[in-house]
């Protein structure tokens, strides 16, 4: 997800995203939304697949 349309989402959450990097920023998000803080910390597979940022994580997994 790009990071403008991730910046929005973090305006109707009111989190404040100036000093944060993009990882941070989808943490943030997801702690918000009553989820785990846990983007880019999966190992390969992920159970939370309702989850808004499921496939941008994995991607972000397996790319590094």
């Known amino acids: ?6 910046q929005k989402i973090a305006s109707k ?3 404040s995203y100036t000093k944060l990097s993009k ?8 702690k918000a939304e009553g989820n785990f803080d846990c983007f880019g910390t999966a190992l390969g ?5 309702n989850c808004l940022w499921h496939n941008d994580c994995l991607e972000k997994k397996t790319t590094r």
């Open 1 to 6: 997800m790009k990071l403008e349309k991730i």
């Open 13 to 15: 959450f009111k989190i």
């Open 23 to 30: 990882p941070d920023l989808i943490k943030a998000i997801q």
């Open 45 to 49: 597979s992920c159970s939370q697949t």
